[in-house]
Structures are given as structure tokens and as C-alpha cells.
Nanobody, 122 residues
Framework: QVQLVESGGGLVQAGGSLRLSCAAS????????MGWFRQAPGKEREFVAA????????YYADSVKGRFTISRDNAKNTVWLQMNSLKPEDTAIYYC???????????????WGQGTQVTVSS
């Protein structure tokens, strides 16, 4: 069982930065693939970024590639999402998720956090 708690969301101007954190409980955190997803009002939840248990492999949606960076520290049971050059279209609720398998597809994630709001003003 893994419990996930996100933090770090807020209101920022376009071009600014935010760093989201996801604190995980559970002794097997290091064996999980971790991902970030987001859901904007009226839209489907979508993939943002993912990182494998070793931290050696990362994956990004095309819309955030080059602007967002996902990282993790297994000793601290924490995953971060550094978001730079934010745009109004990045406004959404951001969710942390975990998958014991190797997939970062939304439907394959086993555990979800409650989400944190990110609002980017123009």
C-alpha cells in the first residue's frame, strides 16, 4: 500500500516556476514507477511526466518537454516536479501517482494523491 500527498501548488505568473512535491508512505516506494498527471477544467486527466524506480529513466509529455523536470529521492520517499517557463495552459490540478509495474499509462496507475492546484496567470 502506498499513500501519496502532493504539495507545492499555487498561483504564478506566466514564465514563472513552481516545484511540486509528492511525499509517499510505504516501505516499497523505491520499487514503484512514479508519475505526475494533470487535469484542467473540463478536460480529461493527462500524463505529464514519469520516472522509473532507479531514477535513470524519465518520460515527458511533448507539451512539457524541456520545461518540466521530474526527479526522485528514494531515501526520502519523495518525487518532485520542477516546472519552469510556465504557461496559462499549464493551469490544472496536478496529481502524483504510483505504479508497481512499468507502465506510466494513466489507466495503469495503482495509487493516486489528492492533487494540488496550479494556476498560471497571463
Amino acid at each position: 500500500q502506498v499513500q501519496l500527498v502532493e504539495s507545492g501548488g499555487g498561483l504564478v505568473q506566466a514564465g514563472g516556476s513552481l516545484r511540486l512535491s509528492c511525499a509517499a508512505s510505504g516501505r516499497t516506494f523505491s520499487s514503484y514507477l512514479m508519475g505526475w498527471f494533470r487535469q484542467a477544467p473540463g478536460k480529461e486527466r493527462e500524463f505529464v511526466a514519469a520516472i522509473r524506480w532507479s531514477g535513470g529513466s524519465t518520460y515527458y509529455a511533448d507539451s512539457v518537454k524541456g520545461r518540466f523536470t521530474i526527479s526522485r529521492d528514494n531515501a526520502k520517499n519523495t518525487v518532485w516536479l520542477q516546472m519552469n517557463s510556465l504557461k496559462p495552459e499549464d493551469t490544472a490540478i496536478y496529481y502524483c501517482a504510483a505504479n508497481k509495474g512499468g507502465s506510466y499509462r494513466l489507466e495503469h496507475m495503482d495509487y493516486w494523491g489528492q492533487g494540488t492546484q496550479v494556476t498560471v496567470s497571463s
